[in-house]
């Protein structure tokens, strides 16, 4: 597989769950979410927010940030251009 073929992959891999999807569209409205603010926004357990967005910033769908003890999420210029293409899907 192709070095472009496999970053294709890892970013399909990294939306292919709808709570992932959630997380973009959540932090699209909302950048700079640390873990417990979208575990609240979206009613689910901090560990599996963890988790997904984990897979996430490892797709480069998002970017994370220290602020203080927190780490903060937003999207990432490929997590906006995947999102735009979701939004086609609809």
Avoid: W
Wanted: glycine share 6%; proline share 2%; net charge positive.
């Amino acid at each position: 597989m192709s070095r472009e073929g496999k970053r294709l992959e890892r970013i399909f891999k990294g939306v292919a769950n709808h709570r992932r999807i959630d997380i973009l569209f959540l932090l699209k409205k909302h950048p700079n979410l640390s873990l417990m603010g979208i575990s609240q926004s979206l009613n689910c357990n901090l560990k599996t927010i963890a988790e997904h967005t984990r897979r996430l910033a490892l797709a480069g769908l998002i970017d994370k940030s220290r602020l203080d003890n927190q780490t903060l999420h937003r999207l990432s210029p490929y997590g906006e251009k995947i999102l735009e293409f979701v939004k086609d899907l609809k």
